[in-house]
């Protein structure tokens, strides 16, 4: 591992447990290329009272290259494939920019939840009745939640 690696990956955690984000919590980076935290669902969505457990891995390539980012149980959300990896533009390789740190993947996903974008859904089912029927997919999305509640 190259200490320019190593001195970005530190540097970012270091500001992330100084400057907490609102509705992240960083849970386990004892190893520097693994982080695990959850992002807690936004107030006022079907969201609010998830925790959705999060992983971002990074390889010798970042930060010229985006961290693996994916979500580690179900959620029932257009943006988020059935797998929890993410259909989130800053994380695709030909939009990433190398200035890009992981507060800002936070705030974008904590956003993904407020307001997803059914028009680029890597889950179709979920853009389908976001789109079709709001109130039906609220009650699967707070479903879910439950589910993921039981199983922790």
């Known amino acids: 591992m190259s200490s320019r690696l190593l001195k970005r990956l530190n540097n970012e955690l ?83 920019a190398p200035s890009t740190q992981v507060s800002t993947i936070v705030l974008s996903l904590r956003s993904l939840f407020m307001d997803p974008n059914p028009m680029s859904p890597a889950n179709r089912d979920a853009a389908k009745l976001f789109l079709e029927n709001k109130d039906l997919y609220n009650k699967k999305v707070k479903d879910q939640i439950e589910i993921n509640l039981k199983k922790t």
């Open 14 to 96: 270091t500001n992330l447990l100084k400057n907490e984000l609102d509705g992240f919590v960083l849970t386990n980076y004892e190893n520097i290329m693994i982080w695990k935290g959850y992002i807690e669902g936004p107030p006022n969505t079907p969201f609010e009272k998830g925790k959705f457990y999060i992983q971002f891995t990074f390889d010798e390539d970042y930060p010229f290259k985006p961290p693996s980012v994916k979500f580690l149980q179900s959620i029932f959300h257009p943006n988020i494939y059935r797998d929890g990896k993410i259909c989130v533009d800053i994380l695709e390789t030909q939009n990433w």
